[in-house]
T-cell receptor, first 114, second 109 residues
Framework: DAEITQSPRHKITETGRQVTLACHQT?????MFWYRQDLGHGLRLIHY???????NKGEVSDGYSVSRSNTEDLPLTLESAASSQTSVYFC?????????????FGPGTRLTVT | QKEVEQDPGPLSVPEGAIVSLNCTYS??????FMWYRQYSRKGPELLMY????GNKEDGRFTAQVDKSSKYISLFIRDSQPSDSATYLC?????????FGAGTTVTVRA
């Protein structure tokens, strides 16, 4: 069965370290997204990609970067982790076109920055 | 101001009650409106979607959109303990989704 996976599921890191969160999907979807979820804020879009070599900033992109070298993967990098980046991170993918409203989410990565 | 506003609750109801969840939005360009359900420590899953104004029913769930008032609603009839989850409203914006904050619902047996 097609799926979307994230790794690691839990991560504790120190302030100032670079951290990369992995996202891998087997649906062959062109669209991929990274969100963070915080209490009271819901899901906020960090970065998104509509295809290989395409990346775009979302509403909370400062301090994060992504790259898309193939269809299946969209890794999220925290350049220099800050305590404000402690959150649960979700990756999602969707088909382009009229069915783009149906995004398939991964299980999430719980990141703690100490 | 967020494009989609949702009362975060929480909401606690007895089994069998009707659950009513609401959101408002500000962007008139939104065409697709969704409700996602998220169980504890899981990723969200699409529950229902509606295109433009109108109602859509799926079993015990009814989604309503009123574009004139920019209002999105979800009703759950005969609620069950298995409906206990966080419900997030969302609107489609050029292949991206704008989410509300989510409302946590607990259905008491």
């Amino acid at each position: 069965d097609a799926e979307i996976t994230q790794s690691p599921r839990h991560k504790i890191t120190e302030t100032g370290r670079q951290v990369t969160l992995a996202c891998h999907q087997t649906w062959n979807h062109n669209n991929m997204f990274w969100y963070r979820q915080d209490l009271g804020h819901g899901l906020r879009l960090i970065h998104y990609s509509y295809g290989v070599q395409d990346t775009n900033k979302g509403e909370v992109s400062d301090g994060y970067s992504v790259s898309r070298s193939n269809t299946e993967d969209l890794p999220l990098t925290l350049e220099s982790a800050a305590s404000s980046q402690t959150s649960v991170y979700f990756c999602a993918s969707s088909e382009p076109g009229r069915s783009s409203y149906e995004q398939y989410f991964g299980p999430g990565t719980r990141l703690t920055v100490t | 101001q967020k494009e989609v506003e949702q009362d975060p609750g929480p909401l606690s109801v007895p089994e069998g009650a009707i659950v009513s969840l609401n959101c408002t939005y500000s962007n008139s360009a939104f065409q697709y409106f969704m409700w996602y359900r998220q169980y504890s420590r899981k990723g969200p899953e699409l529950l229902m979607y509606t295109y433009s104004s109108g109602n859509k029913e799926d079993g015990r769930f009814t989604a309503q959109v009123d574009k004139s008032s920019k209002y999105i609603s979800l009703f759950i009839r005969d609620s069950q303990p298995s409906d206990s989850a966080t419900y997030l409203c969302a609107a489609d914006n050029d292949y991206k989704l704008s989410f509300g904050a989510g409302t946590t619902v607990t259905v008491r047996a």
